[in-house]
């Protein structure tokens, strides 16, 4: 715990205010952000007497009296009030080391991490650990912060928590009983300054402090994972392995059927890989054979993920999918692997030196892209170079008035923009949403 700290919390949002709440009472919180549009959160400091202060970055403020800072994960590593904090050997977490230090005795832990996957994995162990009337927590990339949860936490309890690479990077003292990695691959470079082997270590702190007692699962199938988690000290069982596995028919764990491919509603095999790292963590907690028919009738129903190859309703014949949380390359390919041909590809929005070359594999099922964002100018380029169709739309709304002047029956149109959202949008689930009101107005 944190006691009599002067303490300089990075940037407000949802994570800052959990953090501040968690410490105010016993040490003296000062909060930063550079922008002060969120009334609610900014009264409701006030309500508790920490004094807000709007700035650009927070440097200012910062001096050597301080004893902590604590920032927000989205906040970049080399922004000007963390490298001075760094030169003036302030340390610097976030609210999810924070949080780890107010955990009761005995609490297991299970984190998820990936590239690709982990949300999606996530809800699944949690919807399922529920199912079977497990004392599950849900938490950090999805859901709520650390931080705020903490408190009803019990003993002897499960702490699920999906962990994003910003939000490892500031982890320490950190460490969980089980830890997932569905995959590595690029991505978020630009808050590494395009450091890929940094990425990597990143998501390798997912395994920090672990033993022969602590549970890794990796894909056996993405070499990346296999190579940083070469000499991590936990216990390792493998997805994509002889052991554990999917085929035509079914998924297997252990050799042995868990379920059949038809009782699944969700489709592709990137979605039969994340069922297998769901299946290896809920083994420690039941005998799966046991509970074949549970398991069933929970895959049966399950339409996935909210933003992730989501079928998007229209009374037209087209088909629409909203995979807005598609923010790199590699999730595109994923989303385009299990359409048909033809696909009405809308790619594209914040710049982070994204490579749009990756997706020459399988770009032959695009019939047209209709590029949006500030890369706009640069997948047109891309499109030329490989005698492409695409046309400049810029943003969202002008994509679908194009789509509507163009798309013929029985098409698939598909959001998947392998990039981040943040140049039009405040997070890719405000992209998703977009899209779907943009369905509903133009094509019911």
């Known amino acids: 715990m944190i006691k009599n700290k002067k303490i300089l919390v990075l940037g407000l949002a949802k994570s800052g205010l959990a953090v501040t709440k968690l410490l105010y009472q016993d040490n003296l919180v000062i909060v930063t952000d550079k922008s002060d549009k969120d009334e609610m959160r900014i009264n409701e400091l006030k309500d508790l007497g920490v004094e807000f202060i709007l700035s650009e970055t927070g440097a200012e403020i910062l001096d050597n009296t301080f004893d902590l800072v604590i920032k927000n994960p989205g906040i970049f590593p080399f922004q000007e009030c963390v490298v001075k904090a760094n030169k003036l050997g302030i340390k610097v977490v976030n609210e999810m ?20 996957g982990k949300t999606t994995t996530t809800t699944m162990i949690y919807d399922l650990l529920k199912k079977f009337n497990k004392p599950v927590h849900l938490g950090g990339n999805i859901g709520y912060p650390l931080c705020e949860i903490v408190k009803d936490i019990k003993e002897n309890s499960i702490l699920l928590l999906e962990i994003s690479d910003h939000q490892l990077y500031n982890l320490d003292t950190f460490k969980t009983n089980i830890s997932v990695l569905t995959n590595i691959c690029p991505t978020h470079l630009d808050y590494y300054e395009n450091d890929y082997n940094a990425y990597k270590n990143t998501k390798k702190k ?10 890794a699962i990796i894909n056996q199938n993405n070499q990346d994972s296999l190579d940083i988690t070469g000499d991590i000290n936990s216990h390792k069982e493998y997805f994509n392995s002889e052991d554990n596995y999917y085929d035509e028919e079914g998924i297997y764990v252990d050799r042995r059927l868990v379920i059949n491919i038809k009782d699944i509603k969700i489709i592709g095999n990137h979605n039969y890989e994340n069922i297998l790292a769901c299946l290896l963590v809920l083994k420690e907690f039941v005998n799966l054979e046991e509970n074949k028919e549970i398991i069933k009738e929970y895959f049966k129903t399950f339409n996935g993920v909210e933003h992730r190859i989501e079928v998007v309703d229209s009374k037209s014949n087209l088909k629409f999918y909203n995979d807005s949380k598609a923010t790199n390359p590699t999730s595109t390919i994923t989303a385009l692997k299990v359409m048909p041909n033809n696909v009405l590809l809308i790619l594209g929005g914040m710049e982070r030196s994204q490579d749009f070359n990756e997706l020459s594999g399988v770009i032959s099922k695009v019939k047209t892209i209709y590029a949006i964002g500030e890369v706009t100018d640069r997948i047109y380029e891309y499109a030329q170079k490989n005698n492409l169709n695409c046309q400049k739309c810029y943003t969202l709304e002008k994509a679908m008035l194009k789509i509507k002047e163009n798309a013929q029956n029985g098409e698939t149109i598909l959001l998947s923009p392998a990039s981040a959202s943040w140049d039009q949008y405040d997070k890719f689930e405000s992209r998703g949403e977009e899209f779907k009101k943009l369905v509903e107005k133009l094509f019911n």
């Open 97 to 116: 080391e924070v949080g780890y230090g107010y955990l009761p005795k005995n609490v297991k832990i299970i984190g998820v991490t990936g590239s690709n």
């Open 206 to 215: 997912i395994f920090n402090h672990h033993t022969k007692e602590d549970l």
